[in-house]
């Protein structure tokens, strides 16, 4: 049985299967990230490498032309599809000396209230960037310098802010059924991770 299920296993069978489907994603999300940051080493190792080639061998181009334009838009994805994974892991940045003065009952009802607020703010990006996609798609806009379809990129960042979405309503959930905020086997175990 997944971590996620154990976890999630005191919810109603409905919301369980809902919960456990955002951990899955979470993961997925955390791993999409990491393949993006690879990517963006490597294209940037590439970039470099061509560039000292070419101070060597006068047929070798100068550069990777949508070397830079990608380096960007893998940047902006590895910040979007690890963000959910992150919230999860209980990584994104909080107020640990507000939280660790708490009872238990008022940490959970902070916790809740600031997973509900997040999901609404999120949630509104999410949808904006949705549709910034949408009629990026619509009207066939392509980049200048590369004509790549813009949408393609903007659909990448727009699945990882849907994701963080979903696991802020994820946690918003668990906070209201009191269950396990965090999945300590999303964390790293070093910070040499």
């Known amino acids: 049985m997944a971590t996620g299920t154990r976890l999630n296993a005191a919810a109603p069978a409905p919301l369980r299967l809902l919960l456990d489907g955002i951990d899955k ?4 999300d955390g791993w999409l990230g990491a393949g993006c940051l690879i990517a963006l080493t490597l294209l940037m190792l590439a970039e470099v490498i061509v560039r000292a080639l070419s101070n060597v061998f006068t047929w070798v181009p100068a550069d990777i032309p949508v070397a830079w334009e990608y380096s960007s838009y893998l940047m902006a994805a590895c910040f979007t599809f690890g963000a959910a994974m992150t919230l999860r892991a209980g990584g ?3 107020v640990s000396l507000v939280l ?3 009872s238990p009952g008022a940490r959970r009802v902070l916790e809740g209230t600031a997973a509900l607020i997040a999901t609404i703010f999120i949630g509104f990006m999410a949808y904006a ?8 798609y619509t009207r066939g806009q392509t980049s200048i310098s590369s004509d790549t379809a813009l949408w393609i990129p903007q659909a990448v960042i727009a ?3 849907v994701l963080l979405a979903l696991q802020f309503l994820a946690r918003t959930i668990q ?3 009191g269950l396990k ?3 300590e086997s999303m964390k790293v175990a ?3 991770e």
């Open 25 to 28: 994603l979470s993961r997925l």
């Open 92 to 94: 994104h940045i909080r």
């Open 100 to 102: 660790a003065r708490l």
């Open 129 to 136: 960037m949705v549709r910034f996609t949408w009629g990026s």
């Open 159 to 161: 699945f990882g802010f």
């Open 175 to 177: 906070a209201a059924l």
């Open 181 to 183: 905020l965090e999945d």
């Open 190 to 192: 070093s910070v040499a």
